[in-house]
Nanobody, 123 residues
């Protein structure tokens, strides 16, 4: 079982990036998938979550980020638009076997964290 996050990079404020979370060893549609991020000196925080057609977003990214899933490619995407320097962080994806949707931000429900991909928003 493996989750591989990719797609990070350096982008100017106002720019866009699309992150990918490629799963292997299991079928994505059997699990919820969450995106988290961790900025230097800060705790890891939930960004977005998708499961059974339900999607959730942190207030800080609502309206700018979009999560989606391609079951044929066994990949979850995070489209990030209107990026600002506060979005700078290492972004991780992980799977959740089961969790109450209201607790999608709770790290303890997640397993098999990918290695993360760095997003830097700077001019």
């Amino acid at each position: 079982v493996q989750l591989q996050a990719s797609g990070g990079g350096l982008v100017q404020p106002g720019g866009s990036l699309r992150l990918s979370c490629a799963a292997s060893g299991f079928a994505l549609d059997d699990y919820g998938i969450g995106w988290f991020r961790q900025a230097p000196g800060k705790e890891r925080e939930g960004v977005s979550f998708i499961n059974v057609g339900r999607k959730f977003y942190a207030d800080a990214v609502k309206g700018r980020f979009t999560i989606s899933r391609d079951n044929a490619k066994n990949t979850v995407y995070l489209q990030m638009n209107s990026l600002n320097p506060e979005d700078t962080a290492v972004y991780y994806c992980a799977r959740a076997p089961r969790l109450p949707f209201s607790l999608w931000r709770a790290i303890s429900y997640y397993e098999h964290w990918g290695q993360g991909t760095l997003v830097t928003v700077s001019s």
